[in-house]
């Protein structure tokens, strides 16, 4: 029977309501505020209006830090474990200062407005003693390219709350700038293959997050081109072959390579820069790639001809090595990450930012 105009109205509305209904409930439909955080509503917040700040540790101004593994092996695979003793003790402040940095700017993002104020205190306090300008080793200027991106990323996250002290806002951009810059400098001069493997990633991830907060483009535009020589690697298979040649951790260095390029693509995506098209979708195959050998290296054993060394503890990838997915999947919604990530929830990374989850789940 044909249906009348007020019954082809009702079928509107209701399709109308289911489609949205559908598009509510897609697994990893992006929910939460991302990098760029807007100032916060009036209406949010009431619930918790005091905010107790700690002071931060000391400020980290001079890192001389040594890589953890033998020098012996070519792979750069094997863990020496007196000089991997050394430099978890050496960068204990440092990750420590990071965590407890992102914690905060989640907070704010959470509905805490005072802490916004928190977080630039932080920021100011080690950019006023010139925190992490004085890097003594190549290891130590690898250390700052991979912190960085936390640094300016939880700045990120504040940075347009209302009533922050312009001047604290001023001295912190120019310190994330100057620390970018040594990541520039440093790298610029890289000849070696950690000029163009997961530490220029890193490196590429500082540039672009510190670029934006500083607003500086040519320092941003540098970390974009940073996470193009990596995408620009990618095979058809999805692989990373200055990764694959780490041998029994080829599927860890791909892990570690994935994270700072997901984010990188987040970033300059807000710029109007579709990294996942470059390379024809290089970052999506390097993506799903890594996601199949979460339960199953045998693509890695076969492609870097040896056994995958095992994840730590009960032998599953810890939460923080995954917490790069959270962006993934709200960019490209798949049943299969979602099945990976929903159990490990909240994902947390201090170098991507903290709380991904909160940030791109939007669940708290």
Do not use: W
């Given at each position: 029977m044909p249906l009348g105009s007020s019954d082809r109205v009702l079928c509107s509305v209701r399709l109308g309501a289911v489609l949205l209904a559908l598009l509510q409930a897609a697994p990893g439909q992006a929910q939460g505020a991302g990098y760029l955080v807007p100032a916060l509503g009036k209406?949010?917040?009431?619930?918790?209006?005091?905010?107790?700040?700690?002071?931060?540790?000391?400020?980290?101004?001079?890192?001389?830090?040594?890589?953890?593994?033998?020098?012996?092996?070519?792979?750069?695979?094997?863990?020496?474990?007196?000089?991997?003793?050394?430099?978890?003790?050496?960068?204990?402040?440092?990750?420590?200062?990071?965590?407890g940095l992102v914690q905060i700017a989640n907070d704010y993002v959470r509905s805490n407005p005072a802490a916004a104020a928190c977080a630039l205190d932080w920021l100011e306090r080690w950019a006023s003693?010139?925190?992490m300008t004085d890097m003594r080793s190549k290891q130590a200027l690898f250390n700052l390219g991979q912190t960085l991106g936390g640094f300016a990323l939880a700045y990120l996250q504040i940075r347009n709350a209302p009533d922050l002290q312009k001047d604290k806002k001023k001295r912190v951009e120019a310190w994330l700038k100057a620390l970018g810059q040594q990541v520039v400098n440093f790298m610029d001069e890289n000849h070696e293959v950690s000029g163009r493997n997961n530490h220029r990633y890193w490196a590429g991830l500082a540039a672009t997050a510190a670029g934006i907060a500083a607003d500086d483009k040519r320092l941003a535009d540098w970390g974009v081109e940073s996470a193009r020589i990596g995408l620009s690697q990618i095979t058809p298979e999805?692989?990373?072959?200055?990764?694959?040649?780490?041998?029994?951790?080829?599927?860890?260095?791909?892990?570690?390579?994935?994270?700072?390029?997901?984010?990188?693509?987040?970033?300059?995506?807000?710029?109007?820069?579709?990294?996942?098209?470059?390379?024809?979708?290089?970052?999506?195959?390097?993506?799903?790639?890594?996601?199949?050998?979460?339960?199953d290296p045998s693509f890695f054993e076969k492609a870097a001809g040896t056994k995958q060394e095992a994840f730590s503890g009960d032998g599953t990838v810890p939460p923080n090595r995954i917490a790069w997915l959270e962006i993934y999947q709200s960019r490209f919604p798949s049943p299969s990450i979602e099945a990976v990530i929903a159990s490990r929830r909240p994902l947390a990374s201090s170098g991507l930012g903290g709380d991904l989850t909160l940030l791109f789940h939007g669940s708290q």
């Open positions: 209406d949010r917040g009431q619930a918790e209006p005091e905010y107790k700040c700690e002071m931060p540790g000391a400020p980290v101004i001079t890192l001389e830090t040594q890589s953890k593994y033998k020098q012996a092996d070519s792979f750069r695979a094997t863990v020496d474990e007196n000089a991997n003793e050394t430099y978890l003790k050496a960068v204990v402040p440092l990750r420590a200062y990071a965590k003693a010139n925190a999805g692989t990373l072959p200055l990764e694959i040649s780490r041998g029994k951790r080829a599927r860890d260095y791909h892990i570690y390579a994935a994270e700072p390029l997901v984010a990188t693509a987040q970033l300059a995506r807000s710029r109007g820069v579709d990294l996942y098209a470059e390379n024809n979708g290089a970052l999506r195959r390097l993506a799903d790639r890594v996601v199949a050998s979460l339960d």
